[in-house]
């Protein structure tokens, strides 16, 4: 089913919901001081070299079997 886009009442629907919406901020009561559910004081890390295991260590241990810094597995074919 073939609409015709009506340019005039999208323009007039869409000045509706503006007005409307404005209406709706008008009940609202202004508030002069902000309070913030987050403590914020300290949102930013230190500059300090991460402290992390090499890559290397981490991996021999979860891996089936290590040999000669290599990882033995079965073959999926």
Do not use: C, Q
Not at 9 to 16: D, H, P
């Amino acid at each position: 089913m073939n609409k015709k886009i009506n340019k005039e009442r999208i323009e007039r629907n869409g000045i509706g919901l503006i007005e409307e919406f404005s209406r709706m901020l008008e009940r609202i009561p202004e508030g002069s001081e902000m309070h913030y559910v987050l403590d914020l004081r300290n949102i930013t890390r230190g500059d300090e070299k991460a402290k992390r295991k090499k890559f290397r260590e981490k991996f021999k241990k979860i891996v089936p079997r290590w040999e000669e810094n290599y990882v033995v597995a079965e073959k999926l074919s």
